[in-house]
């Protein structure tokens, strides 16, 4: 299993940016994809995941900080993964991780992510 991210970069407040995620090593549209932030001095925290049960079937979850700014989606013909981010704030300054695992049943709730990729830093100047 390989992730992939990118996308990272600085940007000012209240910008958009868009993280990706590429996939390999295992069967991507039997994933959870998520992504997870950590800050510098403070614990990892996931933003956002996404599984995917078929066509028009999909669920996603997002932290309360990043709800109605950040919006997650997958190409399943891709093997790719994005973080649409945009009203960003100070507080978003972080490294950005991707992270999968097997999707085992259609309803997923908290989901513990099995695999990790390296992060992408984003910075956003105030």
């Known amino acids: 299993v390989q992730l992939q991210a990118s996308g990272g970069g600085l940007v000012q407040a209240g910008g958009s940016l868009r993280l990706s995620c590429a996939a390999s090593?295992?069967?991507?549209?039997?994933?959870?994809m998520g992504w997870f932030r950590q800050a510098p001095g403070k614990e990892r925290e996931r933003v956002a995941y996404?599984?995917?049960?078929?066509?028009?079937?999909?669920?996603?979850d997002y932290a309360d900080s990043v709800k109605g700014r950040f919006t997650i989606s997958r190409d399943n013909a891709k093997n790719t993964v994005y973080l649409q981010m945009s009203g960003l704030k100070s507080e978003d300054t972080a490294v950005y991780f991707c992270?999968?695992?097997?999707?085992?049943?259609?309803?997923?709730?908290?989901?513990?992510?099995?695999?990790w990729g390296q992060g992408t830093l984003v910075t956003v100047s105030s």
């Open positions: 992270a999968a695992t097997p999707r085992n049943s259609i309803i997923v709730i908290d989901p513990q992510f099995r695999y």
């Open positions: 090593g295992f069967i991507f549209s039997s994933y959870v």
């Open positions: 996404i599984s995917w049960n078929g066509p028009n079937s999909w669920f996603e």
